[in-house]
């Protein structure tokens, strides 16, 4: 079966940081532009961090740019996201999904991705 599984979440203070990880089964993730996007009580799912299988280039959306860091280990078929200085803002459901090979990192628009996770839940609160 194709599929991601998110790991990684859980209750942080604010200032803190964890790292997420999305691990592939059923498919060589190398091969793919890797998202990662957080819904929000109440709130529209709204994109994250991309990085590109073309050389690896990475794309952060600007609530987040300079706080996360999107990697893969290509190794273990898995994209992490490495989350510092977490605000309450960044509360929400983080999933993992596969952008479409026609598609590029840079739109975050949800309908281009596929093979979504089932999400991991970051509560950032003190």
């Known amino acids: 079966q194709v599929q991601f599984v998110e790991s990684g979440g859980g209750l942080v203070q604010p200032g803190g940081s964890r790292r997420l990880s999305c691990a592939a089964s059923?498919?060589?993730?190398?091969?793919?532009?890797i998202g990662w996007f957080r819904q929000a009580p109440g709130k529209e799912r709204e994109g994250v961090s991309c990085?590109?299988?073309?050389?690896?280039?990475?794309h952060y959306t600007e609530p987040v740019k300079g706080r996360f860091t999107i990697s893969r280990d290509n190794a273990k078929n898995t994209v992490y996201l490495q989350m510092n200085n977490l605000k309450p803002e960044d509360t929400g459901v983080y999933y993992c999904?596969?952008?479409?090979?026609?598609?590029?990192?840079?739109?975050?628009?949800?309908?281009?991705?596929?093979?979504w996770g089932q999400g991991t839940q970051v509560t950032v609160s003190s």
């Open positions: 999904a596969a952008l479409q090979a026609t598609y590029t990192c840079s739109g975050f628009v949800p309908l281009e991705y596929n093979t």
């Open positions: 059923g498919f060589t993730l190398e091969g793919y532009s």
């Open positions: 990085i590109s299988r073309h050389f690896g280039g990475v």
